[in-house]
């Protein structure tokens, strides 16, 4: 018999297990809905029903794990895996494959459509734009249609584009968007409508996808019964997490590949559905069982794992008052006499000496820095607290900040490895010819129609005649662009040789070219773990490693940091400590939502899942002055804080910082397709063109 320490299901409580074993030994299984609160296991039990998967045979190769991650997706993963091997042994084929479809859903929604893209009309070599690079393009077409901001109080690039995805996710018409959520742009609904329709034109013409497209196309596909069949047909469960932040998108491809829910799985929790900006909606996670018919099993867990009993009071509090929920309190058996401490500090430069001496302190007392997180809403706001890091020699991670793809020289690089696969890519064409001295957007322009025009990149660039003062460097250039895929280097030596060519731009261009430099070599490293250029662009752009206080990048596995992390990114984790910054009125919730009731709620729900990332120690930080930028009436503004409204003061501890020392100013080419549905014509006729 086994005992408790080799059985690796043995840990879990009777309703976790009830999830693992569903449907055990039905090759197709119903339909399977988790709901539960914050740290009931939810994740924990996924990674156990897949290893039970595994363990009892199934292929790995034909199951999707569906992430919010790509961290999210590896953790997972290594999880299954762990848990697997314990049963298989570590060297089972299928221990052994990892879960080759584990990702989040825009990630797969690539591959998948790269795989599918001469049956669809795509070109293979489609490029992939990310936010700013959506901007662009939407910028372009908006001059080319005559839509100038400045002229006529069209909306700015940026909220033309949040205004286009939020309809395209919430598969919504464009009036019921603007009415809702951009009031302030509606009388503009027919010159959007061109805009949009003239920018789906622009990304089909230069064989581009955005973000949402990986969706969309993904959903039409489904609908597509020739081609959806057969992606179906791929998988034999597809298992989800953290389904309450999916969208109507996601919840159609979900329903496309698995029509009458057999092999489904799906994990939420109501209470922490923070995504509405992207147009997710709860009603995914709450309509998921009568979906079905019959409808899916409904497992509900009733344990908190992760915190201490004073902690999930708090929290449960947070959340007892929310309008609406389907998720019941937890409980917790951790007992502990140390209350979350609500803690007020003068301003914001206190703030971030409290939290710096507050995370030494515990590192003294044997907690890693990696067991630490300071969590904020708004990724600006750790901009006093990283200078004050940076003063002590703390080094730290963090998340859903900028990113480093998204420096100016990082993103030279890889549009130069884009624009060789994809040269119809203008946002991309731009950006390469743009490197050379005395082109500017007019010239570059000129050069791209005529490279589209050309048969190929070799010869339209053949055709070009750039300006004089670029004449020095052109042959360069063109013989990159050519040489990428003609001298078969193989990868990452493609790399190698476009940061070997743009090192003497750096100098040219930058004061810091040195550090810029490092940043190359770093994008070069990361690249080597990749298997091929596609891959490579596809998943970095997708999901972009995160920034890092290090000059020369992110520290190694090894090494000690503490983690800071919009509360956005920090979704799934835990932490030993837990420190949320500017827990205020005019913040959090913040300012900007204050007044539309489901906006409150949804700030409450952010709110509760900060707390919950809290295992031992959560300080909850309130500045009792803090600068909000005004940027619409330009100045600052100072909000005298109240404590937040939502948590009840019997539940906390209470400390202040009155009596430290002054603070500081805290401001301180399209191949022909051999379609068989055409899903471009489709996207298109959403706007009537
Ligand atoms: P969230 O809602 O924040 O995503 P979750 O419900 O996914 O949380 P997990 O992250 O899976 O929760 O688990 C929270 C913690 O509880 C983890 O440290 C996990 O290892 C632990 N845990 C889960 N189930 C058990 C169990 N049966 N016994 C002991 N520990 C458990
Ligand atoms: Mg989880």
Known sequence: ??????????????????????????????????????????????????????????????????????????????????????????????????????????????????????????????????????????????????????????????????????????????????????????????????????????????????????????????????????????????????????????????????????????????????????????????????????????????????????????????????????????????????????????????????????????????????????????????????????????????????????????KDVLAVLRFAGNPADRVTGFRVLQLLPGVGPATAGRMLDAVADAASLREGLAGLRPPAAAAQDWPGLVELLTGLDADGLGWPAEIERVRAWYEPHLERRYDDAAMRAGDLLQLEQIAGSYPGRERFLTELTLDPPDATSAEAGPPLLDEDYLILSTIHSAKGQEWTNVYCLNVIDGCMPSDLATGRREEIEEERRLLYVAMTRARDSLHLVTPQRFYVAQQARGGDRSVFASRTRFIPAGLLGLFETRGWPAASDPRAASRPAMATVDIGARVRGMWGA
């Open 1 to 410: 018999a086994k005992t408790t320490q080799d059985d690796p299901f043995a840990r879990l409580n009777p309703a976790q297990r009830a999830a693992v074993e569903h449907g055990r030994g039905d090759p197709a299984p119903g339909p399977l809905l988790v709901i539960a609160g914050a740290g009931s296991g939810k994740t924990n039990t996924l990674a156990h029903r897949v290893a039970r998967l595994l363990a009892d045979g199934a292929d790995p190769y034909r199951i999707l794990l569906l992430t919010f991650s790509r961290r999210a997706a590896q953790d997972m993963t290594r999880r299954a895996e762990r848990i697997a091997a314990k049963v298989l042994g570590p060297d089972h084929p299928s221990v052994r494959a990892g879960l080759p479809w584990a990702g989040t859903f825009h990630a797969v929604g690539a591959r998948i459509l790269r795989e599918q893209a001469d049956r669809i009309g795509l070109s293979p070599a489609f490029t992939i734009h990310d936010r700013e690079d959506s901007a662009d393009l939407m910028n372009l077409v908006r001059h080319e249609r005559g839509l100038s901001a400045k002229e006529t109080r069209f909306p700015a690039k940026g909220t033309c584009l949040a205004i286009y995805s939020r309809a395209v996710n919430a598969e919504s018409a464009l009036e019921p968007v603007l009415a809702d959520s951009f009031p302030w742009c509606a009388a503009f609904v027919e010159e959007l409508k061109t805009l949009f329709a003239a920018y789906v034109d622009a990304k089909q013409a230069q064989n581009v996808l955005d973000y949402d497209d990986l969706l969309l196309y993904w959903a039409r596909v489904m609908d597509a019964p020739e081609v959806a069949g057969e992606i179906a047909g791929q998988f034999d469960h597809v298992l989800v997490d953290e389904y309450q932040d999916t969208n109507r998108l996601q919840a159609a491809i979900l329903r496309g590949l698995r029509p009458d829910g057999r092999g489904v799985t799906v994990v939420g929790d109501d209470a922490q559905s923070i995504y509405s900006f992207r147009a997710a909606t709860v009603r995914n996670i709450l309509d998921f069982p009568g979906q079905f018919d019959p409808p899916a099993r409904v497992v509900t867990l009733e344990e908190n794992y992760r915190s201490t009993q004073p902690i999930l009071a708090a929290s449960n509090a947070v959340i007892g008052l929310a309008a609406e929920r389907f998720t019941k309190n937890l409980r917790s058996e951790r007992v502990s006499a140390q209350r979350p401490l609500l803690v007020t500090v003068r301003d914001e430069a206190d703030q971030a000496r409290y939290v710096a001496e507050r995370v030494l302190e515990a590192r003294e007392a044997g907690v890693r820095l990696k067991s630490q997180a300071v969590l904020f809403r708004a990724s600006h706001h750790s901009a006093p607290l990283e200078v004050e890091l940076a003063r002590r020699n703390i080094p730290f991670v963090k998340f859903g900040g900028l990113r480093f793809l998204e420096a100016a020289h990082v």
